[in-house]
Every structure is written in structure tokens, then in C-alpha cells.
């Protein structure tokens, strides 16, 4: 008899999806990289293609510190037309690649990068996978002069938002902004909902990511990883 195999950790998922979405990046291009756990194995695995690319254009602070630490250019969003790929993660994602994202505070600057490019790759465990958004909280980037009637605007639509705070304070973004959390929200239409909440004044962004779907997901499980493309 066989010893049963130790179950995968979560964490192996994320540096095999971090190592498999290397096969996206095209050597001589720059390529978007996102933001969070699941993303620093991709800029990990990246490392070995720094000869081979010009280099990434990043959506945070703290992706463009570990880029640089490993020796990778970053270049400013502003600098590039056009990317072919990029590479994020996501917590939620549904059977169509709608996500939803902002888990790390990133969701502005992830959008703002993943308008660049023609290709979006989510790189996520298979515990991401949803059939529906929503049971996530959405993180949703405000104006903190906004905040209260933005709550309201939430609570009209049967959603609790709660200020993110760090250290007991309110968190504040690379753009100097803060996040409400959105528990309890049933989101049917993606679509239709980041338009509808987009124009709600104050709101930065909001976190879900159905304008700039991914087209492809490439999926930690503990049978391998799932190409799930849209
Ligand atoms: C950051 C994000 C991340 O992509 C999302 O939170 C997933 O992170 P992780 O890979 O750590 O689970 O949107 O703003």
C-alpha cells in the first residue's frame, strides 16, 4: 500500500501559476505585473527571463521593490503605449474572467495597468474560483471625503462597507486614497455594476475587474494547473 501524498499547500498553487504564467511573457517586450502573494512568485519566476525581456511596468509600490530588488527595469505606465501581456491575480473569479481584486490595496493602479495590454492572465489558487462575485468583501478605492454617502450609496444596494484600516488607522493607497470593504453584495451583473458604481462621485475604482476581464486563468489545483481561457 502507498502512503496517501501530503496535500498541496496553497502556497505551492501560487508559485506553480506564478511559474506557468512565464510562458505568456514575450521575450523583447515589457510586461504588466500585478500585485500580491500570488503575484510575487510570478516576479520571482521572472527573474530568470530578465535577460530576455526590456522589463515590466508594475502596480504598486511594493511589486516595483521586488522587481528592482531582482534586478528587472520597471518602467513608468506613462513610457508605454501598449503591453502585450499582463500578469495579476485576483480574489474572486467567475466562469466568464470577471474578477474581483483589491485584496492589496492595488485595484487603481492594477486597472490603470491592465487597460495597456491586450492580454489579461489571472494567476490564482483554485480556491479563487467562483460561480458568482460578491461572497469576497469588494474593496472599493474612495476619496475619504466621499466615504459617507458612498456607504449609503452601498447600503441602497444591501452592502455593509467598512473603511480598511492598517495599524488602527485608515489604510491609505499609493495614491494617497483609502479602501472600503464591501461585504454582502450579490453582483449578477458585473458589468453593468462597474459602470453603475463608477459613476458614483468619489469612487477611484471600484474592484470589480469586468471592463478589463481576464482572458486567461491559469488555475492552482491540486491535480496541476487549469487553463481556463474566455
Ligand atoms: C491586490 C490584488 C491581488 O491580486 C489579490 O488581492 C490577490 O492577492 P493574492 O495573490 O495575495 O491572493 O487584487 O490588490
Redesign the pocket.
Given at each position: 500500500m502507498t502512503a496517501p501524498s501530503a496535500p498541496i499547500h496553497q502556497d505551492e498553487l501560487?508559485t506553480l501559476v506564478g511559474q506557468a504564467a512565464l510562458q505568456y511573457v514575450r521575450p523583447g517586450e515589457i510586461v504588466g505585473v500585478?500585485?500580491?502573494?500570488?503575484?510575487n512568485k510570478f516576479i520571482d519566476a521572472l527573474a530568470s527571463m530578465k535577460g530576455e525581456i526590456k522589463g515590466a511596468v508594475s502596480s504598486s509600490v511594493a511589486s516595483t521593490e521586488r522587481l528592482l530588488a531582482l534586478g528587472i527595469p520597471v518602467f513608468d505606465a506613462n513610457a508605454v503605449e501598449h503591453l502585450g501581456v499582463y500578469i495579476?491575480?485576483?480574489?474572486e473569479i467567475d466562469g466568464q474572467g470577471y474578477m474581483v481584486?483589491?485584496?492589496?490595496?492595488?485595484?487603481t493602479r492594477?486597472k490603470i495597468v491592465a487597460a495597456l495590454a491586450q492580454q489579461f492572465v489571472c494567476i490564482?489558487d483554485a480556491s479563487?474560483l467562483v460561480a458568482h462575485l460578491g461572497a469576497f468583501p469588494l474593496?472599493v478605492e474612495v476619496i475619504p471625503m466621499a466615504a459617507g454617502q458612498i456607504t449609503r450609496r452601498f447600503a441602497d444596494l444591501g452592502g455593509h462597507a467598512q473603511l480598511r484600516l492598517k495599524d488602527g488607522q485608515p489604510l491609505v493607497t499609493d495614491n494617497g486614497q483609502h479602501i472600503l470593504d464591501v461585504h454582502g453584495l450579490k453582483i449578477t451583473d458585473p458589468l453593468a455594476f462597474e459602470s453603475q458604481v463608477n459613476q458614483w462621485p468619489g469612487v477611484v475604482t471600484v474592484g470589480v475587474f469586468a471592463h478589463q476581464k481576464a482572458q486567461v486563468c491559469l488555475l492552482g489545483t491540486p491535480e496541476g494547473v487549469r487553463t481556463l481561457t474566455y
Open positions: 501560487k500585478g500585485t500580491g502573494s500570488t503575484v495579476d491575480g485576483a480574489d481584486k483589491g485584496g492589496g490595496a492595488a485595484l492594477e490564482a479563487k474593496p
